[in-house]
């Protein structure tokens, strides 16, 4: 029998990721909204695009969360996205309900589902949705740090006159304003990029790096970003369908590795079958440590004033 996926929330980022799951035919597809006619709506024209991409998935829509039953990997996409001069932060109270409410439907409808949160401030939110469910910590995970990479390699190829390809990036900490891009990890075939480009330069590039978001929001003026970040989202769920175990940085909960405990923030982990197979442990200089507890303590913040 084909995986199902389930896709809380039809909208920018929700239905992009369904589309991309129906192209790639790895799993039917149910997409739920509370909104009337809208995950039915982009369901149905998505299926309908199935015969042209010789995918034979079933994609529906849904507003009943009886008919996401027995999901194997739930994405939670549903919320309100950012505006311009907004944070991530600024959304925390109004997602929070959202994401609560989405995480109890699927604790009840499919209580054997990997869940990836995407709704921002998503590393509080992933901290919101394991606590909710009371799934097992490598069962709940969040979908940040492969996005803010992959900006971190177009950016650096652009620079570069390289193919984003062969960039390797690596970050750590929460999806925010405070994320920690790591430049001695960051490659280019195996070349760290602190070794390529001017010191000025990098940082230029790193900072465009954590506005990466905001970038956007101030473009579109209304909505946030949605193609990198479903592309990210489908890498993970492919990983895990796919028991790949992509090593990615992505939020996981954190129970004493980094030194930091309770939490949920961006690191390395190998993805697979099972959820968060593994957490990458690397080693920090007291630099990268500093930022990387900013990071922490930025996101631990959040995550008490949502008392959960
Ligand atoms: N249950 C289900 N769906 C909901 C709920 C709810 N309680 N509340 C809102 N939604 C739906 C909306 O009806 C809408 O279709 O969530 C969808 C959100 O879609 P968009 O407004 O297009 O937002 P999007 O760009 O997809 O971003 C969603 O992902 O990247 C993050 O910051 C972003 O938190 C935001 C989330």
Known sequence: MRKKITIIGAGNVGASTAQLVAKEGIADVMLFDIAEGIPQGKALDIAEACPLWGSAVSVKGTNNYADTKNSDIVVITAGFPRKPNMSRDDLLHANADVVKAASQAIAKNSP????????????????????????????VMGMGGILDAARFRTFLAWELNVSPEDIEAMLLGGHGDQMVPLPRFTTVKGIPVGEILKKKTLGALIQRTRSGGAEI??????????????????????????????????????????????????????????GVEKVVEIKLTRDEKTLFRASCTAVRKLVKKLAI
């Open 112 to 139: 054997n589902a990997i869940i990836i949160v995407v709704t921002n401030p998503m590393d509080a939110m992933a901290q919101l949705a394991w606590k909710t469910t009371e799934f097992s910590c490598r069962r």
């Open 217 to 274: 929001v101030g473009l579109l003026k209304s909505g946030s970003a949605y193609y990198a970040p479903a592309a990210a989202t489908f890498q993970m769920i492919k990983s895990i369908l796919l028991d790949e175990k992509r090593v990615l940085p992505c939020a996981a909960y954190l129970n004493g590795e980094y030194g930091v405990k309770d939490l949920y923030v961006g690191v390395p982990v190998v993805l697979g079958k099972e």
